[in-house]
């Protein structure tokens, strides 16, 4: 089945949506998926250049879209953005906090301006957003909010800075689920796990894509696709009573831990 099969045609019709790091991957894919189902869309992404893109894109199938250049470290920017989203289109229902980066390695390699970057970037830049977006909605009754976590903020998975900080995230999706329900604001988030995007491009050039995918249950990578569904659906009216949640869209790579042929053949006897 085709992924236009899966449109749900004026789902968010009349629908106003942010979509933070919309220039590139996850961010992108997202942004022309509720396009197509309706939304208006604000592309902020610190690249102007790919944000510009990515709403030329929108508005070429017939959406509505602009690009605002976003730094999600800077409450001045982030407000800006805020300002110039309601001055277009007088509110925002969604906001998709998809901007973020990764810095690989491991504590001890690690240096702190690193450490101060990604934290800022993928937790404080999240929550920034989250805090000035959400002023809005509440004065309009409502919103959905979608952070990007990651299959790394669950386990332990290498990075250690980028686990610490999608870890942030999934706590910081949790509280203000409580915090934000008398305002009728969801607040949910997704896990992905290794998806084929730019932020991911170094490691598959490194020969190690078919590493990975060993360790993943469905045996493959993600696509970006596949993530934007699950986001729509979270964006989405059908999910009014889901606040608090955090899904894991990674192929079972979270959930289930390959023993080994030896331990596969063991248990499958029986009598034991």
């Known amino acids: 089945m085709g992924y236009k099969e899966f449109i749900v045609q004026n789902r968010f019709k009349d629908k106003v949506c942010i979509v933070t790091g919309g220039g590139s991957g996850i961010g992108r894919e997202t942004a022309l998926r509720l396009a197509n189902e309706g939304a208006r869309i604000v592309v902020s992404d610190i690249n102007i250049e790919m944000g510009k893109e990515s709403s030329q894109l929108i508005n070429a199938i017939g959406g509505q879209a602009i690009a605002v250049k976003t ?4 409450t001045d920017s ?3 953005m805020v300002e110039k989203t309601v001055s277009e289109f007088k509110r925002i229902d969604i906001l998709i906090n998809s901007a973020g980066i990764v810095v690989r390695g ?5 240096k702190e301006d690193e450490w101060n970057k990604e934290i ?4 404080t830049g999240t929550a920034r957003a989250i805090k ?23 386990i332990g998975s290498g ?11 999934i706590a910081l ?32 050039e490194m020969g190690l894509e078919e590493v990975v995918e060993k360790k993943i249950p469905w045996g493959r990578w993600a696509t970006a696709k596949d ?4 986001i729509a659906f979270l964006a989405s009216e059908e999910a009014d009573y889901m606040t608090g949640a955090v899904v894991s869209v990674d192929g079972g790579f979270t959930s289930f831990i390959d023993l080994g042929p030896e331990y596969r053949q063991f248990d499958t006897m029986k009598g034991l």
């Open 159 to 169: 990075a250690a800075i980028y686990s610490a900080a999608k870890g942030g995230v």
């Open 71 to 74: 730094d999600i470290c800077s």
């Open 120 to 123: 800022d970037v993928d937790l």
């Open 227 to 230: 993530i934007s569904s699950v």
């Open 106 to 110: 491991g504590l001890f390699s690690s």
């Open 78 to 80: 982030i407000t800006y």
């Open 173 to 204: 999706t949790k509280v203000l689920a409580g915090e934000f329900a008398p305002y009728k604001i969801n607040v949910n988030a997704i896990c992905p796990g290794f998806t084929a995007t730019p932020l991911n491009e170094t490691v598959r």
């Open 132 to 154: 000035y977006v959400a002023q809005q909605m509440r004065k309009t009754g409502g919103g959905k909010i979608v952070n990007i976590a990651s299959a790394a903020g669950n």
